[in-house]
């Protein structure tokens, strides 16, 4: 998206947020069981965990609301950094990424928003099914009914859908997906619903492929053996016989 398409949107009013809230106060829907970090992500720290990061990088940064767009994207862009450094404490890194998040969503830099996302989810036993779409709904509230901010937030994320099916993150894909479908309906023309509608399919359609395939798997004497070439080719065949 270029930034002269963003110049007008960064007038929009601003509501503060919370990490782990919606920019409208609303909290997620979406509900996640709490279990230990899988190998190679750390677990999130809890509130009173974060809290000395947190009045760190406010004393450091101070409010959103009392910076311009591009104020707010070099702070986002600073912690960022910070939220990526490996030799950082991880508390304080999470901290950094979820402020950087906060404050990229307040300037409207989409592209940005996306990246510290996908750093948090990288680095963070952070949900994909509970985080994207939190992501998009904050994105969605500070454009309110301003078409062209809802086109501009379709055109960034209806990629990231298609990248989360590609990768097999399907329930990811999925609730990303049913935000988006809201979303589109308050686009110029409702021009994104069909988009969204096409992708939809798509991943139903690369859903019901991997449920076949892991029936297939399942139900041979040799699952050990099975790779995915194999799996194609007894698929291939079940179907031609079918």
Avoid at 13 to 18: A, C, D, Y
Avoid at 234 to 239: E, G
Wanted: positive net charge; proline residues 7%; glycine residues 4%.
């Amino acid at each position: 998206v270029c930034s002269s398409d963003l110049v007008r949107f960064h007038s929009l009013p601003i509501e503060s947020s919370q990490p782990g809230t919606l920019l409208g106060g609303e909290t997620p829907s979406v509900v996640v069981e709490e279990r230990p970090a899988p190998k190679g992500r750390a677990a999130e720290p809890n509130a009173s965990e974060q809290s000395a990061a947190k009045q760190k990088f406010a004393a450091m940064y101070g409010s959103p609301g009392k910076k311009t767009p591009a104020e707010r994207s070099q702070t986002a862009l600073e912690l960022f950094d910070i939220g990526k450094q490996p030799e950082t404490a991880s508390v304080e890194r999470y901290v950094a990424l979820r402020e950087a998040q906060r404050w990229a969503v307040d300037a409207f830099n989409l592209k940005l928003a996306i990246d510290v996302t996908d750093q948090l989810l990288t680095d963070f036993d952070v949900q994909p099914t509970a985080e994207w779409p939190k992501l998009l709904t904050s994105l969605s509230s500070f454009a309110k009914d301003d078409y062209k901010a809802i086109d501009a937030i379709l055109e960034a994320t209806l990629p990231l859908a298609q990248r989360l099916s590609t990768d097999k993150q399907y329930e990811a894909a999925q609730s990303t997906l049913d935000v988006l479908g809201r979303v589109a309906m308050r686009s110029t023309g409702r021009r994104y619903v069909p988009r969204v509608a096409d992708l939809k399919s798509k991943l139903s359609d690369a859903k019901a492929e991997a449920k076949k395939a892991a029936r297939v798997v399942k139900a041979s004497p040799e699952p050990a053996g099975n790779t995915p070439k194999k799996v194609l080719l007894v698929m291939k065949n079940a179907d031609r016989k079918s």
